[in-house]
C-alpha cells in the first residue's frame, strides 16, 4: 500500500507485479529492500534507500580525508573456556588500574580502555565468548577490529577454540594467537603451533601470516607483546575516524539499575559523544545525563573508540543496536517509535533468514548467488564427506559455502553463526541442544537433519536447482 501510493500507481497493480515475481502478497504486507527495488523498477522507478540502521554511517562515512584521525583498535578476546580469557583481560586491565590510580579493578561494564606502556590506546570488548560476538554481529554491529584467540599452551586447539577462529574469520577480523599460561611446567606452545597449522592457522615463526605471542595471564610474560602485535595489525588496518561530529557507535550491554534507571556501556566508533545529547539506540531513546569511563569517573565528553557508561536512556537496547545522535526530541523519539514498529513487525511477519524453500523466491527477485551452509554431523569423516559433496553442488551462477563445519551435537553458537552469516543448517546424524533449537526458533533459522547423505545433498540440489538464475 505504502509503496503503491509513493509511486502513485494502485495497490492492485502493484500486488499483481508482485504475483508476477512469484510472490503472494497481502495489502499491508511489509518487503523487504529487494523486492522493493524490483518492483519499483517494473514501474520505472530508482529506489534510494535511507535507512534508519545505516545513516549511523559508522562503516562508510562521508567524511573528507582531511577530518578523519586515527583512533584506537577495538579488540575482543576469545577462546576455549578455561584457557585464560578472563585473566588475560584482568591482567591488561589490572596494570591499567594500579598505573593510574588507586582503586583495583573496577565493576563489570563491558568494555575497557587501556593504554600500553609506550603510550598506545587499545580498547577492549569484554564480551565472554564468540556467541556475545557473534549475537552482536547478527544485530549488524562491526565493532570488533581485531580478534586475540586465546589457547592455553598446557592444552590444545579444542572445539570453542576453532569456532572463535571461524566466527573471527567469518566477521572478516583479523587474528592474533596469544598461547596462554606458558608459565606452567606441561605448557608445550609447539604442539598449539602445531594442531594451530592443521586447522589453517600458520604463525608467523612457522612462515605464515597469523602473529602469535607466547603470554602468561598469571606472571605478565609476553602481555605488553602481545599488545605491540595487536597494535601492529591496527596499523595495517588504518583504522580511521572522524571525532569532530555527532557520536555514532554501538550498544555494548544495558541494563536496569535501581538507583540510575537504565545504564548503558556504550562504545563510540566515530565522532565525539557529549553529556546532553540526544541519542537513539536501537528502540531507545534518551538525553545523556550523565557519562562514566571504564574506572567509573565521570566525563563530560567520549570520543572515537572510547567505550563509557551512559545514563539517560528511557530504556535497554540489546547488545550490538547501533546508537546515534538526533537534534530534538521530538526526531529522536520519532525514529525510536518507528524502529519499535519495525521491530514487533518484522517478528510477526518477514522471514528474515534463508530456508531451502525460500531459495527459489530470492533468486526471482534479486541477486542471491551465494548460500551459506553450517555443516554438523556425528563423525570427521561424514562432515567432511557431507561438506566435499555439497561444494561440488556449486554453479557459476550459485555458490555453496560451509562457512563451518564441526563433529557434535547443533550448538546455540552453531545457530548464533548462521543467523550472523544468514546461513541453514544441516545436521547428519546430529540433533540441535535443547537451547540451539529454541534459539533456531526465535531466530527463524533452518536446521535440517538428516540420516542418510544422499538425502541431504539431493535436498540442497533441488533446491539449488529452483535457485539457478533464469539463463540469458
Ligand atoms: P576463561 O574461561 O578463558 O576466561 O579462563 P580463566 O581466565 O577463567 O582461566 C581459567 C583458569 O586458568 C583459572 O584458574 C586461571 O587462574 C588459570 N590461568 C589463566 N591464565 C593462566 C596462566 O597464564 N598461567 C597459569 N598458570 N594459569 C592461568
Not at 598449539?192 to 602473529?211: A, D, F, P, T
Not at 595487536?230 to 555494548?252: C, M, R, T
Request: with cysteine; charged share 25%.
Amino acid at each position: 500500500n505504502d509503496l503503491a501510493s509513493m509511486m502513485d500507481v494502485s495497490v492492485n497493480d502493484v500486488i499483481s507485479t508482485c504475483l508476477g515475481l512469484g510472490m503472494f502478497v497481502s495489502i499491508n504486507q511489509r518487503l523487504d529492500a529487494e523486492a522493493i527495488t524490483v518492483i519499483a523498477d517494473e514501474f520505472g522507478y530508482e529506489i534510494q534507500f535511507i535507512s534508519t540502521e545505516d545513516e549511523t554511517g559508522v562503516e562508510e562515512s562521508n567524511d573528507a580525508e582531511e577530518d578523519l584521525q586515527d583512533r584506537a583498535p577495538i579488540v575482543t578476546i576469545m577462546g576455549h573456556v578455561d584457557h585464560g580469557k578472563t585473566s588475560l583481560l584482568d591482567y591488561i586491565r589490572k596494570t591499567k588500574v594500579t598505573a593510574s590510580e588507586a582503586g583495583g579493578i573496577t565493576q563489570h561494564i563491558g568494555a575497557y580502555d587501556v593504554i600500553t606502556k609506550k603510550g598506545n590506546k587499545i580498547a577492549f570488548l569484554d564480551t565472554p565468548g564468540h556467541e556475545a560476538f557473534t549475537a552482536m554481529r547478527a544485530r549488524g554491529a562491526k565493532l570488533t577490529d581485531i580478534a586475540i584467540i586465546v589457547v592455553a599452551a598446557d592444552d590444545d586447539v579444542m572445539p570453542q577454540t576453532k569456532e572463535a577462529i571461524n566466527h573471527a574469520q567469518v566477521a572478516g577480523v583479523p587474528i592474533v594467537i596469544a598461547i596462554n599460561k606458558i608459565d606452567k611446567p606441561t605448557a608445550n606452545p609447539d604442539k598449539v603451533r602445531e594442531s594451530l597449522s592443521k586447522n589453517n592457522i600458520l604463525v608467523e615463526e612457522w612462515g605464515g601470516k597469523y602473529q602469535c605471542q607466547e603470554v602468561s595471564a598469571k606472571s605478565g610474560q609476553g602481555i605488553e607483546d602481545l599488545l605491540e602485535k595487536v597494535l601492529l595489525e591496527a596499523e595495517i588496518l588504518n583504522l580511521k575516524a572522524n571525532p569532530d561530529k555527532p557520536a555514532v557507535g554501538s550498544v555494548v550491554e544495558a541494563s536496569l539499575d535501581k538507583g540510575r534507571g537504565y545504564v548503558a556501556t556504550i562504545m563510540v566508533q566515530a565522532g565525539t559523544l557529549k553529556v546532553g545529547d540526544i541519542m537513539v539506540a536501537g528502540a531507545n531513546y534518551g538525553r545523556v545525563k550523565a557519562m562514566f569511563d571504564d574506572t567509573g569517573k565521570k566525563v563530560k565528553e567520549a570520543g572515537p573508540s572510547t567505550p563509557v557508561v551512559v545514563l539517560g536512556l528511557e530504556g535497554a537496547p540489546q547488545a550490538g543496536e547501533k546508537f546515534q545522535i538526533m537534534e530534538t526530541d521530538r526526531e529522536a523519539r520519532e525514529l525510536a517509535g518507528k524502529r519499535s514498529q519495525l521491530q514487533r513487525e518484522q517478528s510477526i511477519r518477514t522471514r528474515k533468514h534463508i530456508t531451502l524453500d525460500e531459495i527459489g523466491r530470492r533468486l526471482a527477485i534479486g541477486s542471491f548467488k551465494q548460500l551459506n551452509v553450517i555443516v554438523k554431523g556425528d563423525v570427521d569423516g561424514s562432515v567432511e564427506a557431507l561438506s566435499d559433496s555439497l561444494l561440488k553442488l556449486s554453479t557459476a551462477e550459485v555458490q555453496v559455502a560451509i562457512i563451518h563445519r564441526g563433529v557434535g551435537q547443533i550448538s546455540e553458537s552453531d545457530v548464533l553463526l548462521a543467523s550472523a552469516s544468514d546461513a541453514i543448517i544441516i545436521g547428519f546424524q546430529v540433533r540441535p541442544s535443547g537451547s540451539a533449537k529454541r534459539l533456531a526458533e526465535n531466530e527463524e533459522i533452518e536446521i535440517r537433519m538428516y540420516s542418510i547423505i544422499y538425502d541431504a545433498i539431493n535436498e540442497v540440489k533441488a533446491a539449488m536447482e529452483g535457485m539457478l538464475a533464469p539463463q540469458e
